[in-house]
């Protein structure tokens, strides 16, 4: 067995491998200082009674045919032949930390090619490509990856969420069976974020074993955390195929998306960490090495009103306010009123536009700031030209009926028209306007998707990529966003053609602690859009001090989504300020350490930014309800250097006031508040920081700053 056992190491993660005959991964956890290939034998199964009398291993893929009985990583046929492949290694190739396996079946007449590679940062990294051997071709129902998990990782997190609520955290013991999340809405979706985390029992941010995975995919998937009756588990992840969607003709290999891995011994933010360090190494790239412009965007200031004139007013006044990216959103090109039409028409509407872009565009870069403009290219409203020129571009499987959304449907980019003819709009705009930036919308979902009657998601999701790509390709400067009614299309796959997300359409200060929290597991804040919005927010009504919106919105790529004309002077002196506290600090926010705060009070979230070099670090701590304390709980600062002192300051809070003002609950606040304090590092890590007693729905700002 010895010559059969590899190892990828890293120095957080190892992953060992048995190649022979079937490839297997027989351990995922911590680095191991002390390994010699014998050392697996420890592992060496025995066999039941009442079951097979030989050992079932769990293979790379996974077949059933070896007898797994559990989800199988492949399923699929040749007109019901060759249905129960079971792949045998032929070569395998390793190369650093980087190994390739190829296995064949060849009875099935399929070879299968397994890539995985383990980064410096502890992210496994993991794909198969399927190829068939044999003329006929080879429908492939299910090809997933599979990554067995500790037999103690008996929790599982996963997020929920819909429209505005985005990545909502929910937890469950998973003692039998499965824990399965399947997405069938076309885009990533608000509601099934491809992910999952497994750990041992009550796993938090600081502490317990985490095993989470992250499927790079911007369309249907599949994702599973299962338990063996034999007390194995493991965690799967796939592409999710219509029926009848996906078939490989002779010679064609089918890869499946990569699935991003991260263990972590350090609870949650062992595992962010890593996974924002791997982005952050190898996904994350600006088209110029400068730091993250400061946005506003029209959209909730103006909607679909578009007066040029007032726009440079916009324009003047953002840029007083600091401002360094204005974006005009939805409601530019022709006919585009309100959402019931226009969508696919991507000429520019010369009734608001009667002298063109360019004197908007100029005056905004005269100001000094980037430009930057909305598109939705992926769809059609039935009321626009386009529709009515090709009825047949559309999305849809012939003779059904199609349900809009948002009053509009999808167009079928695999039509080479009419691929061809958003490239040619698209190249347009950004060819024909100094544009720096696009906010590159999806409001709908795909329904029936089909192209030549065959159902064609897959496909769509692939041309997507390829006409971001060809964009991004011929306009290297320009930077996009990918929006999809907020956070709907936010993954590791788009992110490789794109520099920042909408993390939600949901500017509410208070549920934007929540869906950002959630985001940051996965992604850190260089990369998520985060707006100061209007005082009375337009997705819930709620309204909030331009305190709490000011710093809910600093951990992330910060921005302005509002109108900055029709406000009193005291918020557009807070959007001054937040926008200046946010450059002052972002050179930390988006180079630094994230840590997420387990605290004893879950109506309190906190969480900090620690600089790599441990010098500076920033937290926030926000009261999202009444406390459940008459005391808040001392604030543990993770992260910082136990040897070194720091000088703690409170750097921006509410209107913090005494008792005898009514509604507040201090008589005095704490020490260090009064008269500044040094404190060693040690100390704030393992006792922490005592908190003066907020607010619902308030928040503060405290810097620790290395003396
Ligand atoms: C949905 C987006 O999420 C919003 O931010 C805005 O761009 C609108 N679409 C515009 O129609």
Not at 334 to 339: E, V, Y
Not at 416 to 445: C, I, Q, T
Request: glycine share 8%.
């Amino acid at each position: 067995m010895q010559d059969s056992i590899l190892r990828l190491e890293s120095p957080t993660t190892d992953v060992v491998i048995k190649t022979h005959p079937f490839a297997e991964i027989v351990y995922w956890g911590p680095h191991l200082h002390h390994f010699s290939p014998q050392d697996a034998q420890s592992l060496i199964r025995p066999v039941a009674n009442g079951r097979l009398d030989v050992d079932i291993p769990l293979t790379l893929m996974a077949e059933l045919g070896h007898g797994l009985f559990g989800a199988p990583g492949i399923e699929g046929h040749r007109q019901g032949l060759d249905g129960s492949p079971v792949f045998r290694t032929v070569a395998i190739e390793q190369q650093g930390q980087s190994l390739t396996i190829n296995a064949e079946d060849e009875h099935a007449g399929l070879r299968l090619t397994s890539e995985l590679a383990l980064d410096e940062s502890g992210v496994l990294v993991v794909r198969h490509g399927l190829t068939n051997l044999r003329a006929q071709p080879w429908q492939v129902d299910r090809l997933a990856v599979t990554l067995p998990v500790s037999e103690r990782a008996k929790e599982v997190m996963a997020f929920h969420g819909r429209w505005i609520r985005e990545f909502q955290p929910h937890r469950l013991t998973l003692e039998h069976d499965s824990f399965v999340i399947e997405n069938r809405r076309g885009r990533t979706s608000h509601e099934h974020f491809p992910a999952l985390m497994t750990g041992t029992p009550a796993f938090g941010e600081m502490h317990g074993d985490v095993w989470g995975v992250h499927l790079g995919w911007s369309g249907n998937h599949r994702l599973r955390a299962e338990v063996k009756t034999d007390g194995r588990r493991y965690v799967q992840a796939e592409a999710l195929y219509l029926p009848g969607e996906m078939a490989i003709a002779e010679g064609e290999t089918l890869w499946t998306p990569k699935l991003y891995a991260s263990y972590s011994a350090q609870g949650l933010n062992g595992m962010s960490q890593q996974f924002h360090r791997y982005l952050r190494d190898h996904i994350i790239r600006f088209p110029e090495n400068k730091p993250r412009p400061v946005h506003l965007n029209t959209w909730e200031g103006i909607y679909f009103n578009h007066d040029p004139e007032y726009i440079m007013r916009m324009a003047d006044e953002a840029a007083a306010l600091g401002v360094e990216r204005f974006i005009i959103d939805d409601g530019w090109f022709k006919g585009r009123n309100d959402d019931h039409a226009a969508l696919g028409d991507w000429t520019l509407d010369e009734k608001k536009y009667p002298n063109g872009l360019m004197p908007v565009i100029n005056h905004v870069k005269n100001l000094g700031m980037e430009f930057g403009i909305w598109v939705e290219p992926e769809m059609i409203n039935p009321d626009s030209d386009l529709y009515r020129a090709h009825p047949d571009w559309v999305l849809a499987l012939p003779g059904y009926p199609q349900a809009t959304g948002r009053h509009q449907l999808v167009l079928n980019l695999n039509i080479p028209e009419a691929f061809e003819y958003l490239l040619e709009r698209m190249s347009w705009l950004l060819g024909e306007h100094p544009v720096d930036y696009v906010k590159w919308d999806m409001n709908r979902e795909l329904v029936q998707p089909g192209h030549l009657g065959k159902a064609a998601a897959d496909a769509q999701t692939r041309q997507y990529y390829r006409l971001l790509e060809t964009l991004g390709q011929r306009f290297p400067q320009v930077e996009f966003e990918s929006c999809s009614s907020g956070g709907g299309r936010i993954d590791y796959e788009v992110l490789t053609r794109c520099h920042r997300f909408w993390a939600s359409d949901n500017n509410d200060a208070l549920e934007r602690n929540t869906i950002q929290r959630g985001m940051s597991y996965f992604f850190p804040p260089e990369v998520m859009g985060a707006h100061i919005g209007h005082h009375k927010c337009h997705a819930t009504f709620r309204q909030h001090s331009i305190e709490f919106r000011g710093l809910t919105a600093l951990f992330g790529h910060m921005g302005l989504e509002l109108d900055p004309l029709t406000v009193d002077e005291h918020e557009r002196e807070g959007y001054r300020r937040y926008a200046a506290l946010h450059k002052q600090w972002r050179e930390v926010i988006h180079h630094g350490t994230q840590w997420r705060v387990d605290m004893p009070d879950a109506t309190t979230q906190a969480q900090g930014i620690v600089s790599e070099d441990q010098r500076q670090g920033l937290f926030i701590v926000s009261q999202l309800a009444m406390p459940d304390y008459t005391l808040m709980m001392p604030l543990r600062m993770p992260g910082l250097a136990p040897d070194a002192q720091y000088r703690i300051s409170l750097l921006d809070h509410p209107n913090i006031r005494l008792t005898g003002e009514g509604g507040h609950t201090m008589r005095k606040l704490p020490a260090w508040m009064e008269a500044p304090q040094t404190v060693s590092g040690e100390w704030l890590m393992q006792a922490g920081l005592v908190l003066p007693i907020l607010d619902p729905e308030t928040a503060i700002l405290i810097g620790v700053e290395r003396v």
